[in-house]
């Protein structure tokens, strides 16, 4: 009797050091569970360990509610090619702020924080420490860690439940500025094969403006528009070879395999003079994409065979009764 073989051991980066809230986003994946999980140091790292086959998958944080899109994740998925979003999960953030045992409020000068991390709490920064200096830390865990091996930082904006694995002090909690932050994680593969379609699904991909064309950021849209492709992002992000050049990230409902947002991306692809396809996959909120029905695989696919038919000659493909 054959035995099936054994599932190849997979591996997983992400960023550390543990007790990161990307470690966090890492533990809301099954096949992850009893796997290899490396923690590096930053999110270029992440994707080069995946582009280079030391791990499976990278989870990297790709937009947060307050601080917007993560700029460094999004422009190492515009620029390394091969790479693929094969999930998304959402985790709700919060942050304290800790010390060395014995500082007091007014002895902090200097904070590390995360640029994200900081981001989210800096009113409440500039109101408790006005006149503080921020040093940027590789992740929240890390800025409260440096606490301990240096002096260069004299408080740290770090997760709540930091003071478990480190022998620091909570000053503060609650500071972030919006008490419903939450932040959105990819998961990132080289693998080519698409997630299947589940009716609730996002498609990311980045697209470039044909240079000095009037109304080109319109003609983008438009290819969402005409198809009914609701957009859930659209940032701009610049190319970095000159002033005035940018890149458009865009996050469209549906799946690729769904026919409206394959007409779309057909579309994209006339116009652009660049498109990355970063990947369909199921939503992690789970809302199911809703559309007009003048825009259903049906309605597509009846326009293709009618087209097929005049060109090749065969009968008239009957009217549809039913027609937008
Ligand atoms: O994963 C962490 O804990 C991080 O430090 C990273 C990160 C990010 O890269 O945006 C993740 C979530 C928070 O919103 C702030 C920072």
């Known amino acids: ?17 543990r007790g990161t809230f990307t470690e966090a986003a890492l533990a809301q994946v099954d096949e992850a569970r009893g796997q290899e999980w490396r923690s590096v140091n930053n999110v270029g790292e992440a994707l080069e360990d995946v582009v280079s086959g030391r791990s499976t998958a990278a989870m990297i944080a790709i937009e947060n509610s307050i601080e917007g899109g993560v700029s460094v994740a999004q422009d190492a998925l515009s620029t390394m090619p091969g790479l693929r979003i094969i999930g998304e999960y959402l985790v709700r953030v919060g942050f304290v702020l800790v010390v060395r045992p014995g500082t007091r409020l007014e002895d902090v000068k200097v904070v590390a924080a995360h640029p994200v991390a900081y981001a989210q709490c800096r009113g409440w920064l500039d109101r408790t420490l006005p006149g503080h200096a921020h040093i940027p830390a590789s992740s929240n ?14 408080a740290a904006v770090a997760p709540p439940n930091i003071v478990d694995h480190y022998a620091l002090d909570t000053l503060a909690h609650g500071i972030i500025d ?3 932050a939450v932040t959105r ?4 593969s080289t693998s080519r094969e698409l997630p299947r379609p ?3 699904d996002k498609t990311s991909l980045v697209a470039e403006l044909p240079v000095d064309r009037a109304g080109a950021l319109l003609e983008l849209l438009e290819q969402f528009s005409t198809r009914g492709v609701n957009m859930s992002l659209l940032e701009s992000r610049p190319i970095g070879d000159e002033l005035g050049r940018y890149r458009f990230i865009i996050d469209a409902d549906g799946h690729i395999l769904d026919e409206r947002v394959a007409d779309a991306m057909l579309g994209v692809r006339r116009f652009s003079p660049s498109v990355v396809f970063l990947g369909s996959y199921p939503r992690a909120d789970g809302a199911r ?19 097929r038919a005049i060109v090749s000659g065969e009968p008239d493909v009957p009217p549809r009764i039913d027609g937008p």
């Open 1 to 17: 009797m054959s035995t099936a073989p054994a599932p190849e051991p997979r591996s997983y980066s992400y960023l550390g050091p």
């Open 141 to 154: 865990v890390q800025a409260a860690a440096g606490l301990l091996e240096n002096d260069l930082a004299d």
């Open 178 to 180: 919006n008490p419903n």
């Open 185 to 188: 994680f990819v998961l990132v």
């Open 198 to 200: 589940t009716g609730a």
């Open 289 to 307: 994409v809703s559309f007009d029905p003048r825009y259903g695989d049906d309605v597509f696919i009846d326009a293709r065979d009618w087209l």
